[in-house]
Each structure stands twice: as structure tokens, then as C-alpha cells.
């Protein structure tokens, strides 16, 4: 496998698109969406259910192949790939957070951070306690996720994203199964890995109060990308809100195919 370059955005989207039949009518999910996150930014993808973010988040993970368009990761088109050569590249330099966590209810937090390693045949690296550490579970590591709060969970599920040191970490609503609380909590843990770390992040979420945690904001609707902009012209989450609204609001719907 190829060595990343340095200069090389860690993930780009380039003109993708694509599409689901719902009987008759077809639903163009992702319409000719571009973009690209440098390495160590924290990307936002901010819209409303049904803009097409989770679908994009699929799109850029490998999960679901495109209709139309090229996804690079380290320089790699998935498109190019196997099934199987796409599942190793994916548990080597992808790492997935989701909204239910996805935890393995009969193993403890360590072995669940473990399994991306285990899968490929790996043992547990000497960082993982440093891992352990910097997340806060240290002292929770020999515990099953039902003895574990949900910040706790979703911790666990971010350091299993972690620990194969992937060239990006991408979050589906990560905060959607949290209180507020927590999820500002997460939502501060991601922003110093970012911060600190130089890990590359996106979340998608619709949420303004996780989105102005990010650097930069991707606003969705209907499948298309309606514009970006930085969260450091917006004062505060009120601000971005308030912005997020009259962009989408002055957007006309898209069409769908029959």
C-alpha cells in the first residue's frame, strides 16, 4: 500500500453523486458534491434529516460505493478497490464513530477499543495506555459497556477509531444518543484532538452546537453542497444558527426524478 504524502489532503470528494430507487421513483441522495479536508481539520457537515449527510459520511468511509465521482483517501480511489482490499484499507486508515456507539456488549471497553487490531490480525500497540489515558477510561477499561455511562461508551467507541492511527476519523452524529452535557463533552474532546493532536475529523450532524466546535462548516440540503464558511466569523453557537437558517432557508428545493 502506498505511503501517504504529507501535501496530500488525507480525504477528497470529487464530484459524486448518488442515487437510491425508492420503487418508481428514483432519489439522487448526493448530487456532484465536492470537497476536500486538509489533514488535522475538524470539517463540520451541518444539515437537516434528509440533506444527505450520513449518506456522504457512507460515501467517504467505503461503505457504500458512489453512482458517479471519485472518493481519495491518502491518495487511494476507493473506487478502485476490492471488497475485500476496501474492508483493510478502511480498518487501516478510516476510523468510524457512531451515534449507538456499536459496542460489543460482552467485551470489556479494552477489548472493544482492541478489535479493529485484532481483525487485522494485529496485538495491541504499546500506545493504547497512553490512548486509554488521554480519553479518560483508564480506570473503566476492564469494564462492559452496560456498566458504562453513555459519554463513556461513546469515548470507548472514539479511542477504537483511534487506535489503528488512520489518516482520518469520520463521526456520525456522535453526540445524537447524549445529553447536552455529554455531548459538549465529546464535542470538546474531538475539537482537542484536533486541537492538540493534528487529527483529521469530519462529524456530520445537524446540530449548531456540535457544528461550531469545528474549523469549518459544510452546509447540505437535498443532496447538495450549498456553500462552506469558518466558524471563526461566527461570535457563538446563536450566531452560526442563525446563519445555518438563512442559507438554507434562500436555497430552492431540489428536484427529484421519477
Known amino acids: 500500500m502506498t505511503t501517504p504524502s504529507d501535501s496530500a489532503p488525507p480525504l477528497c470528494v470529487e464530484h459524486v453523486t448518488k442515487r437510491f430507487r425508492q420503487g418508481t421513483t428514483t432519489i439522487e441522495a448526493l448530487s456532484d458534491i465536492s470537497l476536500a479536508v486538509q489533514r488535522g481539520q475538524f470539517v463540520a457537515v451541518m444539515g437537516a434529516s434528509g ?152 462529524v456530520v450532524t445537524h446540530e449548531p452546537a456540535v457544528a461550531v466546535w469545528a474549523q469549518r462548516i459544510v452546509v447540505l440540503k437535498d443532496g447538495r453542497v450549498l456553500t462552506e464558511f469558518p466558524t471563526s466569523q461566527l461570535s457563538d453557537v446563536h450566531a452560526l444558527a442563525a446563519h445555518y437558517q438563512d442559507i438554507v432557508s434562500a436555497s430552492p428545493a431540489a428536484e427529484v426524478c421519477e
Open 51 to 202: 440533506s444527505g449527510k450520513s449518506t456522504l459520511l457512507h460515501v467517504m468511509a467505503g461503505l457504500t460505493r458512489p453512482d458517479a465521482g471519485r472518493i481519495t483517501v491518502d491518495g487511494q480511489d476507493l473506487a478502485q478497490m476490492s471488497d475485500y482490499r476496501l474492508t483493510c484499507f478502511r480498518r487501516r486508515r478510516i476510523g468510524l464513530v457512531f451515534q449507538a456507539f456499536n459496542l460489543i456488549p460482552t467485551l470489556t471497553a479494552q477489548d472493544n477499543v482492541l478489535l479493529p487490531l485484532l481483525a487485522d490480525g494485529r496485538t495491541g500497540p504499546s500506545q493504547l495506555d497512553p490512548l486509554l489515558d488521554r480519553l479518560g477510561l483508564t480506570n473503566r477499561r476492564r469494564h462492559r459497556p452496560d456498566a458504562l455511562s453513555g459519554g463513556e461508551q461513546q469515548r470507548v467507541a472514539i479511542a477504537r477509531a483511534m487506535v489503528t492511527e488512520p489518516s482520518i476519523i469520520l463521526a456520525d452524529e456522535p453526540t445524537g444518543s447524549l445529553d447536552s452535557i455529554t455531548g459538549q463533552g465529546i464535542c470538546r474532546l474531538l475539537q482537542k484532538l484536533c486541537t492538540e493532536e493534528g487529527r483529521t475529523i469530519v
